[in-house]
C-alpha cells in the first residue's frame, strides 16, 4: 500500500509539516511518496528527497501550480490517485483548501484533522473544538486525509530520494490569482515554533502587542493572538490561534490577557507547558495553565522582558 | 442573481459537549443547538449582497432532522426569502450533504453560494469543497472579503501567511471565515414574518442521493486532561520555574 503525501512548501522552502506528515504516513502504508506541486519548485523537491522513508518524490513544476489553486491542485493529485491506497496533506489553509476536492472527485469523504492512526483504515480526529475525540475507521477504497501535523513528529533526514517529473497541468479557467498579502515576520512561523506567546483583548490595542514581540525576540518565540484581538484589529489574521485558526502545540505557550474560550483553549491545549497571565483570578485560562500568574499584564511583561 | 445559503444546526458555541458514558457519541440531550456561527455569517453576507441589489433572492436550505427548520426559519428572520428542508433521520456525512446541495444547485442554478467554512460540531470544513467540485463551480474559501462585480466575484481569502485575492467567475461557491462580517439580530417583527415564508421539504430519494455512511465512529472519548497547574506569585517565581523546573527556557 504506497502513501501520496501532498508536500507544504512556498516554492522555496519545504515546510516542517511535510516531515511530520511523512512520519504519520509510514503508520498508514509501507510506501511513502511525496508530490511537490507548485512552480519553480526543484529546490523544495531535493528538500523533500532528503526526507527518510520517502521512497520517491514527484514534482509538478508548472506555472499553473504556482498558488496551488485549489481547482488546479485538486485534479493534479485527483490524476494520480490511482496508484494509492491513502492520500494526505496537512490541515492547513492549502490543504484545507483543496483535499476536499480531490475526495469529491474520488467519491470518498475526506478525514480531516487526524491526530492518530490506529491502522490503515482507522483513525483519531478530534470532533466539537476538541472536547471530544472520535476513533473513526473508513471503508472507502482511498483516504483522503488532512493530518494535524502538531500531532505527529517530524520524520528524520538524510535520505536521497528519486525526484521524478509530472508532466500533467491541470489549468482552470474559473479561477484567477489576483493578489497576496504575505505577513512579513523574522520570528518562526507559529507552526514550528518551539515557543509561542500569545495576546487577547486584554492588551488594548496594536501597539502593546511590542510588549510581547520584545519577548519573543529574546525567547525565539513566535507571536499569536486569540480571535477577540484578530477581530480588533490588533494583529493580522494568520495570527489567531483556535479552533478556526492555527492549532499549535509547542514546548511553551505564554497566554496574556486572554480569556481562555473553548475556541482558543482548542488551539494550543497540547502545548507542552501552558503559562497564563491575566488579572483575573477566575479566568479559564488558568485550568489548563501548568503556571499561572495573576497580574495586569502592563505591569508583567515588562518585568519579564528584564528578567530574560 | 439568487444565492444558495446552506445552514447547519449544532450546538451552541458557548455549550462546552460532554461526551456520553458508553463512549458512543457525544451527549446533546437538551444542550442549546443553534445555527452554526459561519452559517450566520453565511446569511448576513447574502443579505448584504441582496441589500446592495446584488442578489434578487436568498434561498437557505437545510439538511438534516425535522429540528432543523427552527434554523431554516432563524435564517428567514434575518433576510432568506424561502427555504429549502431536506429531511433525513441523522445528519449525514459531509460528501452526502454535498451531494444534495449539489442537486439543489442544479435545480435551483443559484450566481453564488455561501456556506459556512466550517460546522463547529465535525469541525469538518470540506462541504463547501466538495460542493464546488462537484459542480464544477470555482471556490473561494475562508472569505474575509466578497466583492461582485458582474460576472466575476472578488474574493479575499483568510491562509495561513496572511491574505490572498482570488477572481472567481460566476457561478462559484464562497465558503465564510469570521472577519467577513458581523451578523445582524433578528427582530421581532421579522421573527413573526418568517413564519410566513415559504419552506419547502424534500428528501435524499427524491434527490436521488444515497445517504450509506463510509465512516463508522468506533467510539468518541473526553480529550486527555491537563493536570491542574499552580498559581505563582511574581515573575520572578514563574521565570525561575520555567528555567529550574519546566526546563522550557
Ligand atoms: C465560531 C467561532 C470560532 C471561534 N474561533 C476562535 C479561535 O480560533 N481562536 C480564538 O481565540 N477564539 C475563537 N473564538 C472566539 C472565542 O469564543 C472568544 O471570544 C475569544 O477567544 C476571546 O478572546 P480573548 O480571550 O482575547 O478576549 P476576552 O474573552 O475578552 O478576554 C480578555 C482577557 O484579558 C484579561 N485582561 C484584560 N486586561 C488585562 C490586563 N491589563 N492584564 C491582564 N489581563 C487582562 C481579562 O481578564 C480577560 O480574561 C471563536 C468563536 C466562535 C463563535
Ligand atoms: N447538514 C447540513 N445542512 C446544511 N448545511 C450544512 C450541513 N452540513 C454542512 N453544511 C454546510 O457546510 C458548512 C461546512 O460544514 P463542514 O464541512 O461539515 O465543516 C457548514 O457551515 C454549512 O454551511
Known amino acids: ?308 | 442573481m439568487k444565492i444558495l445559503v446552506p445552514v447547519k444546526r449544532v450546538i451552541d458555541y458557548n455549550v462546552k459537549v460532554r461526551v456520553k458514558s458508553d463512549q458512543s457519541d457525544v451527549d446533546l440531550t437538551n444542550a442549546k443547538m443553534s445555527m452554526n456561527p459561519f452559517c450566520e455569517i453565511a446569511v448576513e453576507e447574502a443579505v448584504r449582497l441582496k441589500e446592495k441589489g446584488v442578489a434578487t433572492e436568498i434561498i437557505a436550505v437545510t439538511v438534516g432532522p425535522k429540528a432543523c427548520q427552527e434554523q431554516i426559519r432563524n435564517a428567514m428572520a434575518l433576510g432568506a426569502d424561502r427555504g429549502i428542508h431536506v429531511e433525513c433521520e441523522s445528519f449525514p456525512e459531509s460528501l452526502q450533504v454535498a451531494k444534495l446541495l449539489a442537486k439543489l444547485v442544479e435545480l435551483e442554478q443559484p450566481g453564488l453560494v455561501i456556506i459556512g467554512k466550517q460546522a463547529i460540531d465535525s469541525d469538518n470544513n470540506q462541504t463547501g469543497q466538495m460542493l464546488a467540485a462537484l459542480t464544477g463551480m470555482p471556490q473561494g474559501t475562508f472569505a474575509s472579503e466578497v466583492v461582485v462585480e458582474g460576472e466575476h466575484a472578488l474574493v479575499t481569502r483568510e491562509v495561513d501567511g496572511g491574505l490572498q485575492t482570488l477572481k472567481l467567475t460566476l457561478p462559484a461557491v464562497v465558503s465564510t471565515d469570521l472577519r467577513l462580517n458581523e451578523p445582524r439580530y433578528a427582530k421581532l417583527p421579522d421573527i413573526m414574518k418568517a413564519k410566513r415564508k415559504p419552506l419547502d421539504v424534500k428528501t435524499a430519494d427524491e434527490l436521488g442521493v444515497d445517504l450509506t455512511p463510509r465512516v463508522t465512529t468506533l467510539k468518541v472519548t473526553p480529550p486527555p486532561t491537563r493536570e491542574a497547574g499552580i498559581k505563582v506569585n511574581s515573575v520572578e517565581e514563574l521565570l525561575s520555574k520555567l528555567r529550574d523546573e519546566a526546563k522550557v527556557i
Not at chain 1, 82 to 108: C, E, Q, W
Not at chain 1, 168 to 195: C, G, H, Q, W, Y
Not at chain 1, 212 to 218: P, S
Open chain 1, 1 to 308: 500500500m504506497a502513501v501520496l503525501v501532498y508536500a507544504e512548501h512556498n516554492n522555496h522552502q519545504l515546510k516542517s509539516e511535510t516531515h511530520k506528515l511523512v512520519n504519520a504516513a509510514t503508520k498508514m502504508g509501507d510506501t511513502v511518496h511525496v508530490l511537490v506541486a507548485g512552480a519553480n519548485c526543484a529546490g523544495v523537491a531535493a528538500q523533500a528527497s532528503e526526507i527518510a522513508g520517502v521512497a520517491a518524490v514527484l514534482v509538478a513544476d508548472n506555472a499553473v501550480y504556482e498558488h496551488q489553486l485549489a481547482e488546479n491542485t485538486a485534479e493534479l493529485v485527483h490524476s494520480l490517485a490511482g496508484d494509492y491506497s491513502h492520500i494526505i496533506a496537512a490541515a492547513t489553509t492549502t490543504g484545507k483548501n483543496f483535499m476536499p476536492r480531490v475526495a469529491a472527485l474520488l467519491d470518498v469523504v475526506q478525514l480531516s484533522d487526524v491526530i492518530a492512526v490506529e491502522s490503515a483504515d482507522t483513525f483519531v480526529r478530534p470532533i466539537y473544538a476538541g472536547n471530544a475525540i472520535a476513533t473513526v475507521q473508513s471503508s472507502d477504497p482511498v483516504k483522503v486525509i488532512t493530518v494535524r501535523a502538531s500531532a505527529f513528529d517530524a520524520a528524520a533526514t538524510g535520505n536521497s530520494a528519486p525526484v521524478s517529473i509530472v508532466d500533467a497541468v491541470f489549468e482552470n479557467k474559473m479561477s484567477a490569482f489576483v493578489r497576496e498579502e504575505v505577513t512579513k515576520s523574522d520570528r518562526p512561523e507559529l507552526t514550528a515554533a518551539n515557543i509561542i506567546i500569545s495576546g487577547g483583548r486584554g492588551m488594548q490595542d496594536g501597539e502593546h502587542f511590542a510588549m510581547l514581540e520584545r519577548i519573543a525576540d529574546k525567547l525565539g518565540a513566535a507571536v499569536g493572538a486569540s480571535r477577540a484581538a484578530v477581530d480588533a484589529g490588533f494583529v493580522p489574521n494568520d495570527m489567531q490561534v483556535g479552533q478556526t485558526g492555527k492549532i499549535v502545540a509547542p514546548q511553551l505557550y505564554i497566554a496574556v490577557g486572554i480569556s481562555g474560550a473553548i475556541q482558543h483553549l482548542a488551539g494550543m491545549k497540547d502545548s507542552k507547558v501552558i503559562v497564563a497571565i491575566n488579572k483575573d483570578p477566575e479566568a479559564a485560562i488558568f485550568q489548563v495553565a501548568d503556571y499561572g500568574l495573576v497580574a495586569d499584564l502592563f505591569e508583567a511583561l515588562p518585568e519579564i522582558e528584564a528578567g530574560l
